[in-house]
């Protein structure tokens, strides 16, 4: 019995170092048609789907982490111009109220500066805005090019070793299909495919591993940047309402008892010219009518 063992590991050992021509020949092919019929789309059999279903989850998890990492990139980048352009327009708005307050000697041109100070001040506190954006999308690009380029790398080795463990149940499940006991020729060349499926699924199974344990290291680590981050941005962002409804409260204060000053507009559209009752102000002379 020792003897049979010692010639059957000696035999395993034999047909795992057999790189013949032949031999890399058959195994390139069969993993060439299953890389076919996964391009294609072909059904593959369920059982050996069904054994893939939890690395299959961790895979669709790892391109939605992908995706959602792009998009909120792109969408940093786009609320970072937003803030700037409105604080430009906030900051014009200012100017032009204290421009024409200046030249108003009554109560409504007191308003308008008062009003334009604080829109001014509002337009520069909005800006502080971008420091923790601009730090937020540095991580999240430094997270996208190290850790999710990381993480891909060894998403596209375990596929490849897939790809070559799913060719080697193919091959064997070929050989399988013609085996007679009785010949040895086609025991032996059986054998030499069995151990190809199992140094195939020995790599594929290292891989599956380090692919799942990086997905689920990826999740844990974005849930910290995010988290991380979004606090920053956060205490900013409410530093900053602190900061204008302070403002704009107390120039409602110092207004209170004004009578309401009503602006009527002119818009001019392609039916003609319209009255438009825009907005109301706050001062104690009649109707003012602008012409726009």
């Known amino acids: 019995m020792s003897g049979h063992k010692c010639y059957s590991w000696e035999l395993q050992d034999r047909f795992a ?91 409504a041109g007191k308003m308008m500066q008062a009003t334009g100070k604080a829109l001014c001040f509002s337009s520069q506190q909005r800006l502080a805005l971008r420091n923790p954006l601009c730090r937020f999308h540095q991580e999240v690009e430094t997270f996208r090019h190290r850790a999710i380029s990381d993480t891909w790398l060894t998403v596209n080795r375990m596929e490849q070793y897939r790809t070559e463990y799913r060719g080697a149940l193919l091959w064997m499940k070929d050989v399988s299909q013609e085996l007679d006991p009785d010949l040895y020729k086609q025991m032996e060349k059986f054998r030499k495919v069995q151990t190809q499926v199992r140094l195939a699924k020995k790599n594929f199974d290292k891989l599956k591993m380090d692919v799942c344990q990086k997905v689920d290291l990826l999740g844990a680590s974005r849930c910290n940047l995010l988290s991380h981050m979004l606090a920053t941005y956060q205490t900013t962002l409410l530093h900053f309402w602190e900061k204008t409804s302070h403002t704009m409260a107390a120039i409602h204060e110092s207004f209170k008892g004004y009578q309401p000053y009503e602006f009527t507009t002119l818009k001019v559209s392609a039916t003609g010219v319209q009255f438009v009752r825009s907005c109301s102000f706050i001062t104690t002379t009649t109707k003012l009518s602008l012409n726009v």
Not at 22 to 38: C, L, R
């Open 17 to 107: 170092q057999d790189k013949s021509v032949v031999n890399k020949m058959q195994q390139k092919y069969w993993e060439t048609k299953q890389a076919f019929i996964k391009a294609t789309g072909k059904k593959e059999d369920e059982h050996v789907v069904a054994s893939d279903a939890d690395l299959d989850a961790k895979l669709e998890l790892f391109h939605s982490i992908q995706r959602t990492c792009l998009d909120l990139s792109k969408a940093i980048v786009l609320y970072q111009k937003r803030i700037c352009f409105l604080s430009q327009e906030e900051n014009e708005l200012g100017k032009f109220l204290r421009s024409q307050g200046f030249q108003d000697k009554t109560r």
